[in-house]
């Protein structure tokens, strides 16, 4: 029979509903159980697409023997760390404190009153290696909860209040110096990068797009030579990305991460926030090196998501998982199975043209997984395509022409893109949440502007419409995820983060007044909700989850910009759109109570820096004075003066009649703007710095020289 989780709407919870164990989702139920029954829980964080999760459910939750200890001594609650980010981020702190590491399944026990006492990741079915199988695990905790219950609950206490102590906001012992920062960030990304396969550290290797952003804009604290350094690594690392097996050659998108250090070898699950990330690193590259492959990249992580990542109605999915079925007449599911190929496969799929596509894509008879890639021989026999030899290569080795070669590749994908829908797909998470879908907005409206494609624009403002009619409550509330069966619970700070972001992203990319109108509005509910006026910083849980055990106040910007660097940058980009003083000191408060993490390690708050970054430069506006609002697109030089090049340091507001209001109405300094206007031929660009504003010009040449 169904356990409780078959009521539940998360596709993490739902994987679970057969398992034999006694499974509750997290709530009031199973927590007054444990009261009741004084019995300690067993809680497990995961989600669906989690490959070691899929590994620990079928080892031992699908375990009847294993099942029947579970139920007899806890009460085991299961929670999608997608959907609850607080209660990942509070257990996931105890985890890591101790034990120094942390991952995904999460395993923590805890008191009835919430207090962790253990706490793990994957366990395995039985006792490997010196290491305690989650059996044994499971009787050891019930002997001390049986015989020792009271040192416990003390040792909880104790960890709780420690924990929390240590993650109050730390903030910076002097004052910020930016060049100071600058420099500190410059020595951390020369120490950890990799100067011949790129990246910052060894294997396996995570794309971490924040620290890509951060490299790109940090050179205006620093000399040229260091300036350029910076550029040239992030650009190399995006080149590398995109030429390896990370990154799917055949369907698009890129995986999570490389098991190995050369980017080949990929953990294959791929997840929503990486290709927004992804797109906008890809196109900020593209606009400082003007390399081609890399607008291709973005392109290439645009199509896939709108191929296989959306809704009918315009809203985004979460993720594909890394594991599918070998084939579909088997019941065992493989990493990487969707994606990978055999030689005689491909011999037979493609022909002729087998031996010079091999030869692009590093094809090997007996597979070209690495020993570091794959220690354990999974892949042994397959090949995971990547852009091995240049094209001049393989056209010499040939007799092919550049364009033969150009087209043979073209020709040959389309077969393996063929071939490959014939295979049981991974499965899809289709929970779809309001910050991930707000990265992905920002995305779209990102590219619609750098590639000058008014296409990506419409997509992503059917995404935010779709996002203003599922995610939010009746009384408006931003909630964080919705489903097929429903919306989920009220947002968190991530959420509000983003979607403000993305409200920001759309208006700088002329969708209208509205989307500005909308990102105050979301502004003044976040720091309603989230807002720690005292501590000067945004909780990651609004007021009123008080399950959860500890207060935290993100500032690690991992694979995830956190939400408060994200916060202050909207701050600082709000209140120079708005000329409203009042919202940069905000953003100044928040970053001087985080930065201790940005003084002592930048290298781990990347966003924060940036953050800094912006807060310090000399900002300036580009004002599009136009009928319409004069969105992105060959027929608006005078955007795509503005658009095509690197600007970080420079706002766009593209003025209709809702702009104008909305920022005569916010400050009477910018009363003025309202006098400007279109010319006589047409739409005008006033450049604007401080309260200063250029004479309005007409022409694209006049527009770039204003800009320098």
């Known amino acids: 029979m169904p356990n409780a989780l078959a009521g539940e709407r998360s596709p993490y919870l739902l994987q679970h509903r057969n398992n034999p164990v006694d499974w509750m989702p997290w709530g009031e139920k199973a927590l007054r159980r444990a009261r009741e029954e ?12 989690c490959h070691w999760c899929h590994v620990m459910e079928h080892e031992s939750f ?20 997608e959907e609850r980010p607080d209660l990942d981020l509070a257990y996931m702190a105890f985890v890591q404190a101790t034990t120094g590491s942390g991952g995904w399944p999460m395993s923590v026990w805890l008191t009835p009153e919430l207090k962790p006492f253990l706490g793990g990741t994957y366990f395995p079915p039985e006792d490997r290696a010196g290491r305690a199988g989650f059996p044994t695990v499971l009787r050891h905790v019930l002997e001390l909860w049986e015989n020792d219950r009271e040192r416990i609950e003390e040792r909880g206490a104790e960890v709780v209040a420690k924990l929390q102590e240590g ?22 990304l020369v120490d950890r990068y990799d100067a011949h396969r790129g990246g910052f550290g060894g294997a396996p290797k995570f794309p971490r797009p924040c620290v ?77 090196s003007g390399r081609a492959e890399l607008a291709e990249s973005a392109r290439d992580i645009l199509a896939y998501v709108t191929r296989d990542l959306r809704h009918p109605e315009g809203g985004f999915y979460s993720a594909e998982d890394a594991d599918s079925l070998v084939d579909s007449g088997s019941k065992d599911k493989k990493e990487g199975a969707f994606y990978v190929w055999k030689q005689d496969e491909l011999d037979a799929l493609l022909g002729a043209d087998a031996a010079p596509f091999g030869a692009l894509y590093g094809v090997r008879v007996m597979g070209n997984a690495s020993r570091e890639g794959d220690p354990a021989g999974e892949f042994r026999g397959e090949n995971i395509l990547y852009k091995a030899r240049p094209d001049r290569e393989v056209s010499t080795e ?12 073209q020709r040959c994908l389309n077969k393996l893109t063929d071939a490959r829908q014939a295979r049981p797909r991974p499965h899809l998470d289709d929970k779809m949440l309001a910050a991930w879908n707000g990265m992905m907005i920002s995305a779209f409206a990102r590219a619609a502007r750098v590639l000058g494609d008014p296409g990506y624009l419409d997509t992503a403002l ?126 100044g408060a928040l970053l001087r ?45 005078l955007r795509a003066t503005v658009d095509r090049s690197f600007l970080p340091y420079i706002q766009v507001i593209p003025l209709d009649e809702e702009t104008r209001k909305i920022l005569a109405g916010e400050s009477s300094e910018r009363a003025g703007i309202r006098d400007m206007g279109v010319g006589a031929d047409g739409p005008m660009a006033y450049v604007c710095r401080a309260t200063n504003c250029s004479a309005p010009v007409a022409s694209d040449h006049d527009l770039a020289c204003l800009l320098g």
């Open 38 to 49: 004084q019995r300690p829980i067993f809680l497990s964080i995961g989600y669906s697409t």
């Open 62 to 81: 699908e375990d009847e023997e294993i099942a029947a200890l579970m139920n007899g001594g806890f009460i085991n609650i299961k929670v999608d760390r």
């Open 167 to 188: 993650l109050r906001p730390r903030s910076a012992e002097t004052g910020l110096d930016v060049a100071e920062v600058g420099r500190s960030l410059f020595r951390a």
């Open 212 to 288: 890509l952003d951060v490299a790109l804009r940090v050179g205006r604290s620093l000399d040229e030579d260091r300036a350029t350094r910076c550029v040239d690594m992030a650009v190399h690392t995006l080149v590398a990305m995109a030429r390896g097996g990370m990154h799917d050659q055949v369907g698009g998108g890129f995986h999570r991460y490389s098991v190995d250090g050369h980017w080949h070898v990929p953990h294959f699950e791929k997840m929503l926030y990486d290709q927004a990330q992804l797109v906008v690193a890809y196109l900020e590259g593209y606009q400082v």
């Open 398 to 409: 040939f007799g092919l022409t550049p364009r033969e070669v150009c087209e043979l590749r």
């Open 462 to 587: 059917q995404a935010a419409g779709f996002l203003e009619q599922n995610l939010r409550a009746s009384d408006g509330t931003l909630l964080r995820s919705c489903h097929a069966a429903g919306a989920g619970i009220a947002g968190f700070a991530s959420d509000y983060a983003f979607v403000i972001r993305s409200y920001l992203d759309l208006f700088e990319a002329g969708a209208g007044g509205c989307w500005l109108g909308r990102a105050i509005a979301l502004q003044g509910e976040f720091d309603r909700v989230h807002f720690d006026s005292k501590a000067g910083v945004y909780l990651s849980a609004r007021a009123g989850y008080n399950d959860a055990i500890f207060s935290i106040a993100e500032d690690y910007d991992g694979a995830e910009p956190s939400p408060n660097s994200v916060a202050a940058l909207n701050l600082l980009r709000l209140g120079g759109i708005l000329h409203r003083s009042d919202l940069g000191r905000q953003a």
């Open 593 to 637: 109570a985080l930065g201790g993490v940005i003084e002592t390690s930048p290298f781990s708050a990347p966003g924060l820096v940036v953050a800094l970054d912006f807060a310090s430069a000399d900002l300036g506006q580009v004002v599009l004075a136009d009928e319409g609002t004069m969105p992105p697109g060959p027929g608006h030089p």
